[in-house]
Every structure is written in structure tokens, then in C-alpha cells.
């Protein structure tokens, strides 16, 4: 059995000087109605809003059952009638999927306001209490035991790490794998000098990752590889740079291991 830790989520904010029509930023949701096959009867949740006018007093309820399914895209208007710009004013998604569900709060008076996108400036009035909340998804299976790991921001020319230490029964759990999410292009580098041990049988890196449809891998010293291996002299460290995405960093060969120590730091 595979077992995954999440271990980070760093965001790069970044500054588009320009874009044509060509390169639509993901800067706009798609959703779509679904049917969900599970059901759960509520979720009670305390919502802090970023806008102090759209908080909401006391907690909220989340109601079983996904209604919509969203997915970051580009949008390039070719006509239209608005009276708005056709430039762009949002800013670059995540690369998160989103599940929509219906949500219950307490009623709360939000004053009106002034709001412009692309079709125009407008002011929207009546505004009621929020009735829908869109939370993270990601396609397929996350294989338990997830570990919640910190969180890490990064903003600009920023960076940031993250430090990982322990020991892993493999014979039992599988290959010790991590998953990094980056929501930018970056470069990130992978240090687990120190694990050990590290033969009978050989254990050796992997980042994985999904290459258009397919599966794909860079390993340890691999500099040919789609995304090779940046510090390819040096054994258990790696430097890729690399586009937003998922990234499967595993231990290959610790699922023979019964009393594997790692230690790892993730940089980017």
C-alpha cells in the first residue's frame, strides 16, 4: 500500500506584466453540476472572511452532498455588447479543483457595493447571507494516512523550506512517499542527506509527476530526464525547477525497509 504525506503548499505570488490573447490566464472558474455518490449530513465550520463586511457573526453548516465541480481556466472574450474592458483584471488560481456545496449561516446585513470585471462597473445591492462554499479538491485518490503538514507561504522573490525527520516501517506502510503541491513554476530542492539506511535493498529518490497524460519521473543524478536532476553529482539531493503542479517525492526501496530514518528538507 502506498501511503502519502503532504508536507507543503507554497504559493508564489508573482507580477504579469502583459498577456495576449493567446495566454488567457487561469483567472476564472468553470463549474459544473454533478451528482456526488457520497453524502455525509453536515460539516459545522467557522468562516473567516479576508473582506471584514462579508464576515460572517457565528459558525456556518456545510449540507452533505457536492452540488458543483470547479476547474481553473483562461477566458478570451472574441465579442461582446458589455460595457466594460475586455482586459483582464484577475489574478492567477490556484491549481486547485474545487467541490461546491450548499452552506447555512446566520443572516447578516452587508452594505452595498461598488464591483467592476471585465463586462463593467456596477453596483450590486441586496446582498444576502452566503449560501455556498467551494472547498479544495483534487482528482483521484489520496491514500490514507494523510498527515497534515505546514503550511508554507512564499511571496515574490521569498522562499521558503520545510523540514521532515522520523522513521518508517515500509514492510508494513509501503514506499515512503511525500507530496509536494507548488501552485507556481519554481525551483525547488529536495536535501535527504542523512537517511539511512540506504542499502539491502538500495533505496534511491524520485520525483514523480504527471506529464501530460501520462506518468512521469525524474531520479536521483537523472539530468535528462523532463525535469532533470539540477544537482545530479550529488547523491539524496535534488534541484528541479518545475511547473505548477503535484510532485510525488518518494523513497524507492523503502518498502523493504522495516526501520527507515529520513530526514529531508524541502526548499523552494
Known amino acids: 500500500m502506498l501511503n ?21 490566464l487561469p483567472d476564472h472558474l468553470q463549474c459544473h453540476k454533478i451528482k456526488d ?3 455525509f449530513k453536515f460539516a459545522d465550520v467557522t468562516l473567516t472572511a479576508l473582506q471584514a463586511e462579508f464576515q460572517v457573526p457565528d459558525g456556518c453548516t456545510i449540507k452533505g452532498k457536492a452540488k458543483k465541480f470547479c476547474v481553473p481556466v483562461g477566458k478570451v472574450v472574441s465579442d461582446t455588447d458589455a460595457p466594460g474592458s475586455l482586459i483582464g483584471v484577475g489574478q492567477t488560481l490556484n491549481a486547485n479543483d474545487y467541490l461546491c456545496y450548499k452552506l447555512k449561516c446566520a443572516q447578516t446585513t452587508i452594505p452595498d457595493t461598488l464591483v467592476t470585471d471585465q463586462f463593467g462597473e456596477r453596483n450590486i445591492s441586496k446582498i444576502k447571507f452566503a449560501q455556498e462554499i467551494c472547498v479544495p479538491a483534487v482528482k483521484g485518490t489520496v491514500t490514507a494516512p494523510i498527515e497534515s503538514g505546514t503550511v ?45 539506511p540506504n542499502t539491502n535493498p538500495t533505496v534511491g529518490l524520485l520525483v514523480g509527476y504527471m506529464n501530460g497524460a501520462s506518468s512521469d ?8 530526464a523532463t525535469y532533470p536532476d539540477e544537482e545530479n553529482s550529488v547523491e539524496f539531493l535534488m534541484q528541479m525547477t518545475v511547473p505548477a503542479g503535484t510532485y510525488d517525492l518518494s523513497f524507492e526501496g523503502t518498502e523493504g525497509q522495516d526501520a527507515y530514518s529520513y530526514t529531508m528538507t524541502v526548499c523552494w
Open 4 to 24: 502519502k504525506t503532504r508536507i507543503a503548499v507554497a504559493t508564489l505570488s508573482v507580477m504579469l506584466l502583459s498577456v495576449t490573447a493567446a495566454q488567457a
Open 37 to 39: 455518490s457520497q453524502k
Open 152 to 196: 508554507c507561504q512564499s511571496v515574490a522573490s521569498e522562499s521558503g523550506c520545510i523540514e521532515k525527520a522520523g522513521t518508517w516501517d515500509g514492510t508494513t506502510d509501503g514506499i515512503l512517499t511525500f507530496q509536494l503541491l507548488l501552485t507556481e513554476a519554481t525551483t525547488f530542492t529536495w536535501d535527504a542527506r542523512g537517511s539511512t
Open 217 to 224: 519521473g525524474t531520479s536521483d543524478g537523472d539530468d535528462l
